[in-house]
């Protein structure tokens, strides 16, 4: 079992950069593929991006290439981040992290996830 507790939200203009991280407790984070989601209101939870480690696998929606950035935060493989760049208006959703089995872009895929964070963009 693990447990993901995200961080880093707020409220940001547009253009503006913002970091999120996902703690984890209970495993290391290695033994998983991590994932990021985000839930605007009235809409369903989408695939951000996502990173295997082990295999080096590596998915990111159209939407945020190149804007995006999921990463390792220390060595021991507890926190990982997402680094958010030239955010815009609809950027604006609950963030949460996820991990599983292999990087897929499909919620069902996660056995594990954390309670989101809220990431507001304003124009």
């Known amino acids: 079992q693990v447990q993901l507790v995200e961080s880093g939200g707020g409220l940001v203009q547009a253009g503006a950069s913002l970091r999120l991280h996902c703690a984890a407790s209970?495993?290391?984070?290695?033994?998983?593929?991590l994932a990021w989601f985000r839930q605007a209101p009235g809409k369903e939870r989408e695939f951000v991006t996502g990173?295997?480690?082990?295999?080096?696998?590596?998915?990111t929606t159209d939407s945020v290439k190149g804007r995006f950035t999921i990463s390792r935060v220390n060595a021991k493989d507890t926190t990982v981040s997402l680094q958010m760049s030239s955010l815009k208006p609809e950027d604006t959703a609950v963030y949460y992290c996820?991990?599983?089995?292999?990087?897929?872009?499909?919620?069902?895929?996660?056995?594990?996830w954390g309670q989101g964070t809220q990431v507001t963009v304003s124009s």
């Open positions: 209970g495993r290391t984070l290695r033994d998983y593929a």
């Open positions: 996820a991990a599983g089995k292999k990087v897929v872009d499909t919620k069902g895929g996660y056995d594990y």
């Open positions: 990173i295997d480690w082990r295999g080096g696998s590596e998915k």
